[in-house]
């Protein structure tokens, strides 16, 4: 079925091209450009919208994360969140999950708009959106006004990180995409190990003008992306075609003949969904996804609850949760780099998740009282876990050959994976298991981990068995393979 539904695909895509050629005199067929050439666009490309993509996740990750800072804020004095909103362990977890639930439900609509409505218009408004909001959760007092204020946040955040992987797909081809994802996706750990630091200067601030720093931190972190939005709506390009003039604007839609999402593609169809929905061998990359989006989620909540059951407390335990997050930076850009050069994203997948999953099961099984050998483990834990994530996604996506369908698998990934994948994220780290080391936790990461590197490396084989199939078939004529 894939060889039948990739020939379709492209079938579609060439005739779509040839009508927006002799109607609109978008690029001449037999364009040449040389490679000084692309590698000059890609330059201007990668200057012009990666800065500003990864500026806006950072905003967004901080703001949907710095619950997990506010959550042990100055709990000593009990001025933390928790404390304050008068909510139980159970409460707040429910709090937590509420975000990913609207998460999931709102992904798929929103990379449909997306491309109806302009990345630029709709990006901006999404950030606005969940900047204010944030703004708003320094306000709450109770456990339902926090549930159904994290609710909206999750609604508002949902279409950002999908929409920015469908979004790159019309700027950059298969084997260029999962570096550039993970120049995003770096921003997040970035983030993290910020909001740590952030956390701590702001833990200072309790008291002032009569709020507690866990409000002085939501308020803060939310105001800069209301600000950013305006700069993202004027200043974000929507699409090469738009953005380049001249030789560069013709070598830009050249290249992405094939490869590249389209503009002027129609948007989501029936047909178009079916198809996508009935190709088997995306729900692989659905549940490979799932099983990384669990320690991704739990990392992200209770890195600094992690710390402080590491012998950290208060806002130390905020300060040591940089170093987990500033190696992963480090290790998403590396691997991803490696991953679209060597076109081994399945293999550099199954390495970093069982390197994960290792660092968990050494959490576990090392004394509770050996602190630096555990925090240790912890970063090597947190750098295999986010390591895998521009792979897989850059994967996805470079296997799906239609403009609406990418952006719909992209969309059902992040949602079942980013959403509903990172709900058991949210339960796995018990607060009163901090006296014995997170075992649930950690065992739970370990085994999605391996579950990851195990189906990582099975889809690789059965691609690997596809595209041997495809070159025999083909009697010696080219014919486009699947990426690995």
Not at 56 to 73: E, K, T, V
Not at 231 to 242: A, G, I, M, R
Request: charged share 15%; glycine share 8%.
């Amino acid at each position: 079925m894939a060889h039948s539904i990739e020939e379709t695909d492209l079938d579609k895509e060439k005739q779509l091209d040839e009508v927006q050629v002799e109607g609109n005199n978008e690029f001449t067929p037999t364009f040449d450009f040389s490679a000084a050439e692309e590698r000059a666009l890609l330059r201007k490309q990668d200057l012009t919208i990666l800065p500003l993509c990864a500026a806006i996740y950072f905003l967004c990750y901080l703001d949907r994360s710095n619950i997990g800072n506010a959550r042990i804020l100055n709990s000593t004095t009990h001025n933390d969140m928790q404390s304050e909103t008068h909510s139980s362990q159970y409460q707040f977890n429910i709090a937590l999950m509420v975000f990913l639930v609207a998460y999931a439900i709102f992904e798929i609509p929103s990379n449909i708009l997306l491309k109806k409505l302009r990345p630029s218009r709709w990006i901006a408004f999404l950030m606005f959106s969940w900047g204010a909001i944030t703004m708003g959760l320094g306000g709450v007092q109770n456990f339902s006004s926090l549930a159904a204020v994290r609710f909206i946040l999750g609604a508002s955040e949902a279409g950002l990180f999908p929409g920015l992987v469908y979004y790159l797909t019309f700027w950059y081809k298969s084997d260029e995409r999962s570096v550039r994802v993970a120049s995003i996706l770096a921003s997040a750990t970035l983030a993290g190990a910020f909001g740590g630091a952030i956390a701590y200067g702001i833990g200072h601030m309790n008291g002032a003008s009569g709020l507690s720093a866990w409000r002085w931190l939501f308020i803060i972190e939310g105001a800069p992306s209301c600000v950013s939005s305006l700069f993202v709506l004027f200043f974000l390009p929507d699409y090469p075609e738009e953005h380049f003039k001249g030789r560069q604007r013709e070598i830009a839609l050249a290249r992405l003949r094939v490869e590249g999402s389209k503009r002027h593609h129609r948007s989501m169809t029936w047909e178009d969904a079916k198809t996508t929905l009935t190709d088997w061998r995306l729900y692989g990359h659905y549940l490979i996804y799932f099983g990384v989006s669990v320690p991704f989620s739990s990392l992200s909540l209770f890195t600094p609850s992690i710390t402080a059951g590491l012998g950290y407390k208060d806002l130390r335990a905020q300060l040591m949760s940089v170093p987990p997050y500033a190696l992963a930076y480090v290790t998403q850009i590396a691997v991803s780099w490696s991953a679209d050069h060597f076109n081994a994203r399945g293999f550099h997948s199954a390495v970093f998740a069982l390197i994960g999953a290792v660092g968990f099961m050494a959490l576990v099984t090392l004394p509770v009282d050996a602190f630096h050998q555990r925090y240790g483990c912890l970063i090597l834990a947190s750098a295999g876990s986010f390591a895998c994530i521009p792979p897989l996604l850059g994967w996805l996506s470079s296997n799906v050959y239609s403009t609406a369908s990418v952006g719909l698998a992209i969309a059902i990934n992040v949602s079942f994976g980013g959403g509903i994948g990172q709900i058991p994220g949210v339960w796995i780290y018990p607060k009163e298991e901090a006296s014995l080391g997170y075992p649930t936790g950690h065992w739970t990461n370990a085994g999605m981990l391996l579950m990851v590197s195990a189906g990582a490396a099975g889809l690789r084989v059965w691609y690997g068995y596809k595209n041997r199939k495809l070159l025999r078939e083909a009697n010696g004529q080219e014919v486009r393979l699947f990426r690995l």
